[in-house]
């Protein structure tokens, strides 16, 4: 157990909709990044926030979005769902208190969403 | 930018055989390497990191890796496998640095059999 959450494990919906995924990072970790597994992209980067705060953009869609709050869980919006949105998607976390440079980061269980 | 390369999809191997896993990896600037490992329905987990010092560096479950800079490489071994084992294996980089993302080869999964 790598001590990251995310909620919920599985989700079904349709096209055209919109969801919200959860991830609670380890307990002291400031950072959390997103990222994205699907049979044809393979593990791809999505988002990096640190203290609640965009630090880095990957490739993601203008569809999804993040925020990481104040008790520094984040969650990951996807809207206008389409059916290459299918994907397990994870969190990740690592440490991040100023002056300290931690680059180890520990993956959550992902959530595995199918647009049907 | 970095890139990873793991040239094999696959690797079949017998149970209690050695085993390697190929990792190549591009970056004009100095980088961090891990190999993590995905068991089937379930999320990533760290085997092993290289982040300086000793090039040989072991992991959990009896995996080690070596790290060769002029070869931009870092395989993955186990001298004996289990059935346990057969799993999706992940090499990933990050450029030093801290809070850099992690780019992930295409995967490598081992298939271990009786």
């Known amino acids: 157990d790598s001590g990251v959450t995310q909620t919920p494990k599985h989700l079904i919906t349709a096209t055209g909709q919109r969801v919200t995924l959860r991830c609670s990072p380890r307990?002291?970790?400031?950072?959390v990044y997103w990222y994205q597994q699907s049979l044809d992209q393979g593990l791809q980067f999505l988002i990096h926030?640190?203290?609640?705060?965009?630090?880095a953009k990957g490739n993601i869609l203008e569809r999804f979005s993040a925020q990481q709050f104040p008790d520094l869980h984040s969650e990951l919006n996807l809207s206008s769902l389409e059916l290459g949105d299918s994907a397990l998607y994870f969190c990740?976390?690592?440490?991040?208190?100023?002056?300290?440079?931690?680059?180890?980061?520990?993956f959550g269980p992902g959530t595995r969403l199918l647009v049907l | 930018a970095q890139s990873v390369t793991q040239l094999d999809s696959q690797v079949p191997v017998f149970e209690e055989a050695p085993v390697e896993l190929r990792c190549n990896y591009s970056?004009?600037?100095?980088?961090?390497l891990f190999w993590y490992v995905q068991y089937p329905n379930q999320g990533l987990q760290l085997l092993l990191k290289?982040?300086?010092?000793?090039?040989l560096v072991k992991g959990i479950n009896g995996f080690e890796a070596e790290f060769n800079k002029s070869q931009t490489s870092f395989h993955l071994r186990k001298p004996s496998v289990h059935i346990s084992d057969t799993a999706e294996y992940f090499c990933?980089?990050?450029?030093?640095?801290?809070?850099?993302?992690?780019?992930f080869g295409t995967g490598t999964r081992l298939l271990v059999s009786p």
């Open positions: 970056s004009s600037v100095s980088v961090y």
């Open positions: 307990s002291g970790d400031l950072s």
């Open positions: 290289y982040l300086s010092g000793s090039t």
């Open positions: 990933a980089v990050t450029r030093m640095g801290g809070f850099q993302k992690l780019v």
């Open positions: 990740a976390s690592s440490v991040g208190i100023s002056g300290v440079i931690q680059e180890t980061q520990y």
């Open positions: 926030y640190y203290n609640g705060e965009e630090r």
